[in-house]
């Protein structure tokens, strides 16, 4: 795999693990304040533990094709537990270098 294709897979798995940690959050507020549902926990619990499998697994290739040090590595990792922090890292990484850039598209 290339860098790039790596650092797209990261970008797609952290933004789509921040999602399903606000889906999950929505959830779970209307289970447990109005106590009216359950039907978002229902829903977005598998698909948050899903997509938070795949960010460790991604995030795991990503070190090691990416040659992140230990440190970078445990801070992506550490990075899904608290809700939107992906994102964050994300940014983080691209701004320092640890991720590579985005290709700009040329205006014609």
Known sequence: MTPRTVASA???????????????????FVKYVPETSEIG???FGPI?????????????????????SPGTTVLALAASIPPLVTVWFERWATRTGRLPARDVVPTT
């Open 10 to 28: 990261f970008r797609v798995a952290a933004i789509a693990e921040a999602f399903s940690w606000v889906g999950l959050l929505i959830g779970m």
């Open 41 to 43: 926990v229902k829903i």
């Open 48 to 68: 948050h533990g899903g997509i938070f499998l795949a960010y460790v697994l991604i995030t795991l290739l990503a070190a090691r094709v990416l040659r992140w």
